[in-house]
């Protein structure tokens, strides 16, 4: 089945406790991005790439990392979690930059207390 | 600044009923419009999308309108169903968007009651 996978699902962690956010496609599709969604917002976009070794920032970038070593993961990766990064994170995955219909993860709920 | 906005956080019709879901946009740079449908505790889903050379694209029970002079776009569901309760969002992309970045409005959560 062509999915998008994250994990883990829900997570709650304190504050400057680094924390990863898998992320995993099995359609072979070179582009991939996180989003974060909060109430009132939308979607916004965090980081994205669009191939292996190729990442760069989105809108909102501050406080993230991401690495791309291998087509099918883009891991997201808080070194210092602070409370404004509660949120609901979603990775999405595409078969190029010029495909706007991406296929978005499961999401992960992210508690930093 | 919001560039997709939908204004209407929640919208419930009856079941049978046509559901009218908007989008309005400030970019007139926008070339291709989508419409995600999400359920709770589910990843957004792709539901229908337009290109700015249309001004309507139909699929099933779903059409996308698309109005550019008032930088607007709907989607009509007819006949609305009971499993068409869940959060739309519209979504807009351009050939200048750095990253394939979609803009998402705010969502509108659709209730249709049977």
């Known amino acids: 089945e062509a999915q998008v996978t994250q994990n883990p699902r829900y997570l709650i962690t304190v504050t400057g406790k680094k924390l990863t956010v898998t992320c995993s496609q099995n359609?072979?599709?070179?582009?991939m991005s996180w989003y974060r969604q909060d109430p009132g917002l939308g979607l916004r976009q965090i980081y994205y790439?669009?191939?292996?070794?190729?990442?760069d920032k989105g809108d909102v970038p501050e406080g993230y990392k991401v690495s791309r070593k291998e087509k099918r993961n883009f891991p997201l990766i808080l070194e210092s979690p602070s409370p404004n990064q509660t949120s609901l994170y979603f990775c999405?995955?595409?078969?190029?930059?010029?495909?706007?219909?991406?296929?978005f993860g499961p999401g992960t709920r992210l508690t930093v207390t | 600044d919001q560039q997709v906005k939908q204004n209407s956080p929640s919208l419930s019709v009856q079941e049978g009923r046509i559901s009218i879901l908007n989008c309005d946009y400030t970019?007139?740079?926008?070339?291709?419009f989508l419409w995600y449908k999400k359920y709770p505790a589910e990843g957004p889903t792709f539901l229908i999308s337009?290109?700015?050379?249309?001004d309507k694209n139909e699929d099933g029970r779903f059409t996308v309108f698309l109005n550019k002079s008032a930088k607007h776009l709907s989607l009509h569901i007819v006949p609305s169903q009971p499993g068409d309760s869940a959060v739309y969002f519209c979504?807009?992309?351009?050939?200048?968007?750095?990253?394939?970045?979609?803009?998402f409005g705010q969502g509108t959560e659709l209730s249709v009651k049977p």
């Open positions: 359609m072979n599709h070179e582009y």
């Open positions: 790439s669009m191939n292996v070794e190729v990442t």
């Open positions: 979504a807009a992309s351009g050939f200048y968007n750095q990253g394939g970045k979609l803009i």
């Open positions: 999405a995955s595409s078969l190029s930059v010029d495909s706007s219909e991406q296929y």
């Open positions: 970019n007139s740079m926008f070339d291709y």
């Open positions: 337009i290109s700015s050379i249309k």
